[in-house]
């Protein structure tokens, strides 16, 4: 595919610009904005949730999830923040509207947003599990967890937002280049990372300091320095490396060092049992039902357990692009699978 002489000429005019940037969505602010120590508060999240339809149906499809072990089917609002708590329910909401905001760009040859999409609620998910191995006093609320977890590759959907042919031109190097590190790779076609461009967006929308430095470094070679202050970082980082390439490439194959548990004061020997669970968290996630379409939930898939055994690597995330039919939507997971196999034996 050619693109023009300069890859991302686009995007730098927008960071250039931060007036062009991609505005918060409305309700996304109305979000942060309220304060849930009041029961009208409480209330009026609850009402805002419920006057979107896909908000709705995605914080319904992640309740109804086996990923949230419940056993029984969340049909309202109410029973999902019942079950997820609300400070914890707003995280999510906010999370969800901000992606939302870019997701339903159209799919290109090398990328699709809806993978992406699963990819960063499967992170958010397995940071969530792993945090729950911490210490509590060094241990992040749990509301940044889920906020880190599905705004952390913002900048992925942000360049795919303000210029198509750089982001397919990104993810075309990335299968050509399957070794290479991404931060690499973007640094030759753009002259920045996705990290780089999201901080700029979240700092742009003025959301939290925790948050701006989980989209900015969570590939850095200096997170070691920022665990202690934000175990956010290392968080998305441990989590995206227990889920190599798992929705979306960034070639993210090391394996979770000691050191880098002993950052977030969870002993090593656990980690072949949590790199368990996070692979059947990831296909819990890939159940989740696909929510662009529809604003139903559907009926709550039954829980899977893994035992004692060791997975190494999950199947990619999966998601029904818009008016597909069924017979494709069956085929996807079979090439999505067939196309994970073929990049572990490059």
Same mark, same amino acid.
């Given at each position: 595919?050619?693109?023009?002489?300069?890859?991302?000429?686009?995007?730098?005019?927008?960071?250039?610009?931060?007036?062009?940037?991609?505005?918060?969505?409305?309700?996304?602010?109305?979000?942060?904005?309220?304060?849930?120590?009041?029961?009208?508060?409480?209330? !009026?999240?609850? #009402?805002?949730?419920?006057?979107?339809?896909? /908000?709705? =149906?995605?914080? *319904? +499809?992640? @309740?109804?999830? &086996?990923?949230?072990?419940?056993?029984?089917?969340?049909?309202?609002? !109410?029973?999902? #923040?019942?079950?997820?708590?609300?400070?914890? /329910?707003? =995280?999510?909401? *906010? +999370?969800? @509207?901000?992606? &939302?905001?870019?997701?339903?760009?159209?799919?290109?040859?090398?990328?699709?947003?809806?993978?992406?999409?699963?990819?960063?609620?499967?992170?958010?998910?397995?940071?969530?599990?792993?945090?729950?191995?911490?210490?509590?006093?060094?241990?992040?609320?749990?509301?940044?967890?889920?906020?880190?977890?599905?705004?952390?590759?913002?900048?992925?959907?942000?360049?795919?937002?303000?210029?198509?042919?750089?982001?397919?031109?990104?993810?075309?190097?990335?299968?050509?280049?399957?070794?290479?590190?991404?931060?690499?790779?973007?640094?030759?076609?753009?002259?920045?990372?996705?990290?780089?461009?999201?901080?700029?967006?979240?700092?742009?929308?003025?959301?939290?300091?925790?948050?701006?430095?989980?989209?900015?470094?969570?590939?850095?070679?200096?997170?070691?320095?920022?665990?202690?202050?934000?175990?956010?970082?290392?968080?998305?980082?441990?989590?995206?490396?227990?889920?190599?390439?798992?929705?979306?490439?960034?070639?993210?194959?090391?394996?979770?060092?000691?050191?880098?548990?002993?950052?977030?004061?969870?002993?090593?020997?656990?980690?072949?049992?949590?790199?368990?669970?996070?692979?059947?968290?990831?296909?819990?996630?890939?159940?989740?039902?696909?929510?662009?379409?529809?604003?139903?939930?559907?009926?709550?898939?039954?829980?899977?357990?893994?035992?004692?055994?060791?997975?190494?690597?999950?199947?990619?995330?999966?998601?029904?692009?818009?008016?597909?039919?069924?017979?494709?939507?069956?085929?996807?997971?079979?090439?999505?699978?067939?196309?994970?196999?073929?990049?572990?034996?490059?």
């Amino acid at each position: 595919m050619e693109i023009s002489r300069q890859p991302g000429s686009k995007l730098k005019l927008a960071l250039d610009n931060l007036g062009s940037l991609p505005a918060i969505p409305a309700i996304a602010q109305k979000l942060l904005a309220l304060q849930l120590d009041t029961e009208a508060g409480e209330a !009026q999240m609850l #009402a805002l949730i419920e006057q979107d339809p896909q /908000l709705f =149906a995605r914080v *319904i +499809g992640l @309740a109804n999830s &086996s990923a949230m072990g419940v056993g029984r089917k969340i049909n309202d609002i !109410q029973s999902a #923040a019942m079950l997820l708590g609300m400070k914890r /329910l707003k =995280a999510v909401a *906010i +999370g969800i @509207a901000t992606m &939302s905001k870019m997701d339903n760009q159209p799919a290109v040859k090398n990328f699709d947003p809806h993978d992406l999409w699963s990819h960063s609620m499967t992170v958010a998910i397995v940071m969530n599990m792993v945090s729950r191995e911490m210490p509590k006093r060094v241990r992040p609320d749990e509301n940044q967890i889920f906020l880190a977890g599905l705004l952390h590759d913002i900048g992925l959907m942000a360049l795919h937002f303000l210029d198509l042919e750089a982001s397919e031109e990104l993810h075309h190097q990335l299968r050509l280049q399957p070794r290479r590190p991404i931060c690499d790779i973007e640094m030759e076609l753009f002259g920045m990372t996705h990290g780089h461009i999201g901080a700029q967006l979240v700092q742009h929308w003025q959301l939290p300091k925790e948050i701006i430095e989980v989209v900015g470094l969570h590939h850095s070679h200096d997170i070691a320095d920022m665990a202690l202050g934000n175990p956010l970082v290392r968080l998305v980082n441990i989590a995206e490396k227990l889920l190599p390439d798992f929705g979306i490439s960034e070639h993210t194959y090391e394996a979770v060092n000691e050191s880098e548990w002993y950052e977030l004061c969870i002993d090593p020997a656990l980690a072949e049992e949590l790199s368990a669970s996070a692979n059947e968290l990831a296909i819990q996630v890939v159940q989740l039902p696909d929510t662009h379409d529809v604003a139903q939930p559907e009926v709550m898939l039954g829980q899977r357990k893994v035992g004692q055994q060791t997975i190494r690597h999950a199947a990619p995330a999966v998601s029904r692009p818009a008016g597909k039919p069924v017979f494709s939507m069956m085929l996807a997971p079979v090439k999505a699978l067939v196309k994970w196999i073929n990049g572990l034996l490059r």
